[in-house]
């Protein structure tokens, strides 16, 4: 995408290196210290602005929109890539079924490279895979909101323009809602859950705007994984990457094979 953007040429590549820098930003602690990663990332930030225009979208504004679209729909969905194929490889039945699934639209397609829209709509044991990634990794593992109003929760006095933290992965590993959190078990997506209990994407009005291009981007990057490929992993490392897009700590590097 930003290969494609115009102009090209010194403001192009002024462009990408902020967004590079910016990006590796949002992946760390956010320590406003000079000399951090998030703080680098504050500065080439604004020196992405541009002029002020009235009567339409700045270019301030459009760089603004492109950055946070960017850069909220980047990490995430790299680390949501990685934790599927890191789940998948450690439960083979879980591929298998998947597979399956996968297989049949293949041989019920056209015989065509693309998968057309209703095919990528109707991928239902894929919709849980995606959704049992997204909640055993936890990707964003807090998020917060201000309390609108004085409230009590479990005897705590939360008073009205508090921030509240949301400890995401405390929810999605809670045995009363997931029964054995730790398994990766898709098919517990069959019944539908709790409100509020899985927060893969967040909730409300400010839920993720990029949820419906981030699931169609991992379903069709899993049919073509699925259906073309087998991978080994090359590192047996559990650790988690402790940066707010919550990554495998060693990327999980993989050899990749054809079927
Ligand atoms: C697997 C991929 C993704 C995951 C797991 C994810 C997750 C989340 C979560 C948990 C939030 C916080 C929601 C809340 O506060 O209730 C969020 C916010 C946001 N996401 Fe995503 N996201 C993903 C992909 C994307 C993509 C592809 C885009 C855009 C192209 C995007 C754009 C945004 C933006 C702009 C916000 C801030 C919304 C606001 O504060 O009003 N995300 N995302």
């Known amino acids: 995408m930003i290969m494609s953007l115009e102009p090209k040429g010194e403001e192009q590549e002024k462009f990408r290196s902020n967004f590079k820098i910016i990006s590796s930003s949002f992946a760390s602690l956010p320590f406003k210290v000079p000399g951090t990663a998030f703080h680098r990332g504050i500065q080439h930030s604004k020196a992405a ?54 297989m049949e639209i293949q041989a019920k397609g056209k015989g065509g490279a693309n998968l057309s829209w209703s095919e990528v709509n109707n991928m239902p044991y894929t919709a849980k895979v995606i959704s049992e990634t997204l909640r055993r990794a936890t990707i964003l593992p807090w998020f917060s909101r201000k309390a609108a109003q004085d409230f009590e929760i479990d005897g705590y006095k939360i008073e009205k323009g508090w921030s509240v933290n949301l400890d995401v992965v405390s929810i999605h590993h809670d045995p009363e809602i997931f029964p054995q959190p730790e398994v990766f078990y898709p098919s517990r997506f069959d019944e539908p859950l709790k409100p509020f209990s899985f927060l893969g994407f967040g909730s409300g009005p400010r839920m993720c705007p990029g949820i419906n291009l981030a699931k169609l981007e991992i379903s069709i990057f899993i049919h073509h994984l699925a259906c073309r490929y087998k991978w080994t992993p090359l590192e047996r490392d559990d650790s988690v990457q402790p940066t707010l897009v919550r990554m495998p700590k060693n990327k999980y590097p993989v050899l990749v094979e054809p079927l």
């Open 49 to 102: 602005d541009g002029e002020a225009d009235k009567d339409k979208l700045t270019d301030k504004q459009m760089k603004d929109n492109v950055l946070t679209l960017l850069v909220a729909g980047h990490n995430t969905t790299t680390a949501a890539l990685t934790w599927l194929m890191k789940f998948l490889g450690e439960n083979p039945q879980v591929l298998q079924r998947l597979r399956e699934e996968h």
